[in-house]
């Protein structure tokens, strides 16, 4: 009874479209009053589950990514990308995929992806004679990037979900496979390009190129300061996201001068809206976590998914099925609260890395971010592009076969995740 009470109730607050932190809490307490559990337990495990010294560097990444995005640097990176591949054919589109690239690298996020390189390269694209639905599918599929590619916060909430995994490794292991999906969607845009006859990309000035290269590599070079500063030992990854964020606001301050200081209160008054949705979540889950524990969920899930999977492929596609269906009804940050627990045991039982589980849940429930009918960087490009969902989903079905693709190389070869940080640790 208290399993059905915890999950339906759960449900049905999901339903009547109640935020799902609220939702987590909400199912959290009514559970906990009947099984007559002290009420100051569970506010001691909600009160736990963000008292984590690895969480401090979520705030830093989120304002890294606010700075960087508010000051110009996807103005700047598209330049960049143009440089180096516009004048090919459909190159404004190739730019696209490349810039969600480099940007995914910074902000980490793909919501902040399609939004800010969105409401560029769509109309640029338009305005090049590329068809609508093209442009926006292009742009969306490119910023699924965001959320694997280092540095992603995304990769901190499974790391505290998951009992503290490796945040280094995390970010190393999503590497490969973020540069695979890149390469990829690459290869697919282009074929799409040269098929569709789209035209080749305008010229450069020459004179012109010395200051865009340095533009955009002092903007890039926020993640290499990340991502540096992790591998070699320097610094934690908090350490390091606090440092991104230093230099991120040096740049975009006083060195591009895009914007004034005065626009810093509006950064941080987004940041601090974002970090607390993000750690009211964190919170709430940790208390529904700790009861979905007690009451042995994740292991009737075990034994449920094992009795039913006559093998450990069959297991690995079983799970790879549940997270892309939950991923298209529900956003990843609480899914990746939610289903660590209940699937993380089982991946581990069939030979899984938790690091290898963690990457292949992150491209999971990154797809589910663009597709309906819950796809919120679905949402967001197909309102850019001004063009209605179902038409922006129709266009998306060649990138969804690559994106599955990815998924399916990723999940059943592990050295695509496990080899740098397998190096590194060396």
């Known amino acids: 009874m208290a399993v059905f009470l915890l999950l339906g109730s759960f449900l049905l607050l999901l339903l009547l479209r109640v935020p799902i932190a609220l939702t987590l809490a909400i199912s959290s307490l009514v559970t906990g009053i009947y099984m007559h559990i ?7 495990r909600m009160v736990g589950g963000v008292n984590s010294f690895s969480l401090i560097a979520i705030p830093f990444f989120i304002l890294a990514g606010e700075i960087m995005n508010e000051g ?4 700047r990176l598209i330049n960049l990308a143009n440089v180096l591949i516009g004048r090919i054919r459909g190159g404004l589109a190739l730019v696209n995929v490349i810039t969600s690239t480099l940007f995914g ?9 399609v939004s800010s390189l969105g409401s560029v390269l769509i109309p640029m694209m ?10 926006v599918s292009v742009t969306v599929a490119g910023a699924t990037q965001g959320v694997v ?6 990769m901190i909430i499974y790391s505290t979900a998951a009992g503290g995994v490796s945040v280094g490794a995390l970010f190393m292991g999503g590497l490969i496979p973020g540069l695979l999906l890149g390469f990829a969607l690459l290869v697919l845009t282009y074929i799409m390009a040269v098929k569709r006859n789209y035209p080749k990309g305008e010229p450069i000035k020459r004179e012109e190129v010395p200051k865009i290269v340095r533009e955009g590599l002092l903007g890039l070079f926020t993640a290499v300061i990340i991502m540096g500063g992790i591998i070699s030992g320097f610094f934690t990854a908090t350490e390091s996201a606090a440092i991104g964020a230093l230099y991120a606001f040096i740049i975009t301050f006083f060195v591009y ?6 626009r810093f ?7 601090f809206r974002t970090l607390t949705m993000v750690m009211f979540l964190i919170s709430a889950s940790s208390a529904f976590g700790w009861l979905l524990a007690l009451l042995k969920v994740p292991a009737m899930a075990t034994d449920f998914i094992l009795a039913v999977s006559p093998n450990d492929i069959t297991t690995l596609l079983l799970i790879n099925l549940i997270l892309l269906l939950l991923g298209m009804v529900m956003d990843m940050a609480p899914l990746i609260l939610i289903t660590t627990p209940i699937l993380l045991p089982i991946a581990v039982g069939i030979g899984m890395d938790p690091v290898h589980f963690g990457v292949v849940l992150v491209l999971n429930l990154a797809i589910g971010l663009v597709t309906p009918p819950v796809g919120s960087v679905l949402f967001v490009g197909s309102a850019i592009g001004r063009i209605p969902i179902e038409r922006a989903a129709r266009s998306m079905l060649p990138f969804y076969g690559i994106l599955i693709f990815v998924l399916l190389l990723v999940s059943f070869i592990p050295s695509l995740v496990l080899f740098l940080p397998q190096f590194l640790a060396k």
């Open 265 to 271: 209160k509006v950064i941080l008054y987004r940041t």
């Open 38 to 44: 002290d009420l100051a337990a569970i506010v001691q």
């Open 105 to 113: 690298g910074i902000s980490g996020s793909a919501l902040a992806d």
């Open 72 to 75: 110009g640097i996807s103005r």
């Open 149 to 154: 590619i280092p540095p992603s916060h995304n």
């Open 126 to 135: 338009k305005k090049q004679g590329y068809d609508n639905d093209y442009a």
């Open 257 to 262: 001068r895009d914007i004034p200081i005065s």
